[in-house]
């Protein structure tokens, strides 16, 4: 005895729906609680470190970065991409403003509010001495040189002068190394880079590495000038001299100390007994006029100031703090998320699971019961259990429909076989001659059975999808005139007129012998439901891409409960099965299988005692330019003698 399946069915535990929703519902939830507390240690981190200052060297790069740029380049345009780049490497949000606010640049995305205030001013000529590395004690970034940059001739000559130096060192005991200023100017350092040179050997001081060279004389010709107009503003003595410059700490030139070491007669009197008081008031005057007038010779070649913004604002960061008590908290909240989720998950899978037991059940039953299930909800699962009803109607009704096909096979073949049977039997006991009329009368009862088979035959190929067609350009006129005088003779014998209407000769794509069986099917059902003095018209038409066949009556007509069943299989509108009219039951069924093998559609319209019409829409041929396509309207009865067709006959 087979035993009862559980309401597992036998399937494993580990692979049940509901354990596996189970699992992945607890991983889901797992990964979340682990990813959220991770990103908010990170969140938490990084605001911390900026609260507590961890940043302030990204800080001072960042502004040491953008100074460089505001010295080398005279505008902001191309800064863009330089504060994409240092957003990138800090993590920090950059961006820079004119002193108005008006942006220039920023690596936020465009419409992000600034922070309330700016973390500095980028200014190369008023550089902040103490965190902005090698600036000058005058506030001038080293690397705005503006007319100082030597020409690439001049940086050849100084460069053979230093060279040769370094060898002079070099032989006295001194090893140095060769460093470049911004403007080009080289200088010696000690050999570790550490210092400058403060001792130079007698035979090495020609003083030909620090004379300015042509281009910086008349830099520094020019500064003078423009220091002489401040220096007699300040009520000291102008005749100051040219200014000039000494290589300072790394080698940079202090071009506005060097003014401090000029005596001005002014600050000292006549007899020159000035206090040291005066001296330095004296001094301090002098050096703020060179230093003026070092900025404005520098201006023209600077970018102008702007405002600094860095990271979030002023906005204070949350401090949080891993200890023992907030731990207990992260891991009880995470604990109370894994109970309601599996909870929830529980509850929800419990819902799905039943009706897919339900649908199990069902499908497990015997075929011949069609069991239904239940539709309880109106989600995805009440859909699938729609479509299982669906099918199990489909299935009963297909197997209604085959235990029909196999009587209506057995009734049409019984027929004609009987009668072949009794005829055969009958002339072999000799109670009847096998005259012609007897052979005759076989012969028609084996063309029956032939019509039969051969129908079925096409059915099943058309099923099977193994119907070969032979498409080909072909003309919808000729075509219809072929098909009214294959049936002209059963169409006068019955007193039916049979008329073709072709307004525009379209051209169709198929295959020509498929689609006469096809028209043929269509004219003879017509014929045998028309009575006498009635008329089968065939008409055909364009439209669009189709061509449009229509095969119109004046017969009985069909019902309309029965319009829905006339492309079925061994459907006669006879419900006594009478072979009084003819016909199989197959010819409308394998008009439809022909008709969408050819990717056309069949319908079927009717109206009781006016008659009946079906409608092939069948695809148009690419090339209209079949034998068919002449212009002009013909209608004409089957039987006129102008017809191809009847042309042919005779």
Request: overall charge positive.
């Amino acid at each position: 005895m087979r035993k009862k399946a559980g309401p597992g069915g036998g399937i494993p535990l580990r692979k049940r729906l509901l354990v596996r929703l189970l699992v992945a519902s607890v991983l889901i939830a797992g990964c979340s609680v682990a990813a959220t507390a991770w990103l908010a240690v990170q969140t938490t981190t990084s605001a911390l470190r900026q609260e507590q200052g961890q940043d302030l060297t990204d800080d001072v790069a960042i502004l040491a970065r953008l100074s460089g740029y505001a010295a080398t380049h005279r505008d902001w345009k191309g800064v863009a991409a330089t504060v994409r780049g240092l957003a990138a490497q800090t993590g920090r949000r950059v961006a820079l403003t004119t002193a108005d606010r008006t942006l220039v640049a920023d690596s936020a995305p465009p419409g992000s509010p600034l922070p309330p205030s700016p973390a500095a001013t980028v200014d190369p000529l008023h550089t902040d001495t103490y965190t902005q590395r090698g600036a000058q004690l005058s506030g001038i970034d080293p690397r705005a040189v503006g007319p100082y940059a030597l020409p690439a001739g001049e940086r050849r000559q100084l460069d053979q002068v230093a060279a040769k130096r370094r060898s002079c060192f070099a032989a006295n005991g001194v090893p140095t190394t060769v460093r470049h200023t911004p403007g080009g100017r080289p200088y010696l350092v000690s050999d570790d880079g550490t210092r400058g040179v403060t001792e130079v050997p007698e035979e090495c001081a020609d003083g030909a590495l620090n004379t300015p060279t042509a281009t910086e004389r008349r830099a520094l010709d020019d500064v003078t000038l423009r220091a002489r107009a401040c220096i007699r503003r300040a009520g000291l003595d102008p005749d100051l001299g040219a200014l000039e410059f000494e290589p300072g700490a790394g080698g940079r030139y202090l071009v506005s100390r060097t003014a401090v070491r000029y005596y001005y007669k002014g600050a000292l009197g006549a007899g020159g007994g000035a206090t040291d008081e005066a001296r330095h008031e004296a001094r301090q005057k002098a050096q703020q006029c060179a230093d003026d007038a070092y900025r404005d010779q520098l201006d023209p070649y600077v970018a102008p100031a702007a405002q600094l913004f860095l990271g979030g604002g002023d906005r204070a960061a949350t401090r949080f703090v891993m200890s023992p008590a907030n731990k207990a908290k992260i891991i009880g909240a995470a604990g109370l998320v894994l109970a309601v989720t599996v909870a929830v998950t529980a509850v929800v899978a419990g819902r799905l699971v039943r009706p897919l037991r339900a649908l199990t059940e069902a499908a497990r039953q015997p075929p011949d019961q069609h069991v239904r299930v239940p539709v309880t909800t109106r989600d995805e699962t009440g859909l699938l259990a729609q479509a299982f009803n669906a099918l199990t109607e489909r299935r009963e009704r297909l197997e209604a429909q085959r235990k029909a096909m196999v009587s209506d096979i057995a009734h049409e073949l019984r027929s004609p076989l009987t009668n072949i049977r009794g005829w055969l039997e009958v002339a072999r006991d000799g109670l009847v001659d096998p005259d012609p009329a007897l052979l005759s009368s076989l012969h028609d009862e084996a063309l029956v059975l032939q019509r039969v088979i051969d129908d079925l035959q096409d059915l099943a190929a058309a099923d099977a999808g193994t119907l070969r067609l032979h498409r080909e350009p072909l003309g919808a006129r000729d075509l219809l005139d072929q098909v009214a005088a294959a049936h002209r003779v059963a169409a006068r014998a019955a007193g039916v007129t049979l008329r073709t209407d072709c307004a525009d000769g379209p051209c169709l794509d198929a295959d020509p012998v498929r689609m006469r069986q096809v028209l043929g099917n269509l004219v003879s059902n017509a014929v045998r439901h028309t009575p006498a003095d009635g008329t089968v018209a065939l008409a055909a038409h364009r439209d669009g891409d189709t061509v449009v066949l229509t095969v119109a009556d004046t017969g009985t007509g069909i019902a309309p409960d029965d319009l829905p069943h006339v492309f079925d299989r061994f459907w006669r509108a006879e419900k006594s099965r009478s072979r009084r009219t003819g016909g199989s039951g197959l010819g409308l069924a394998i008009v439809r299988q022909l008709v969408e093998a050819h990717g056309g559609t069949a319908a079927a319209a009717s109206e009781p005692g006016a008659g009946s019409v079906f409608t092939l829409r069948l695809p148009a041929a690419p090339d209209e330019t079949g034998p068919g396509a002449r212009d002009g309207v013909r209608t004409r009865e089957a039987g006129d003698p102008r017809s191809a067709a009847s042309r042919a006959g005779k």
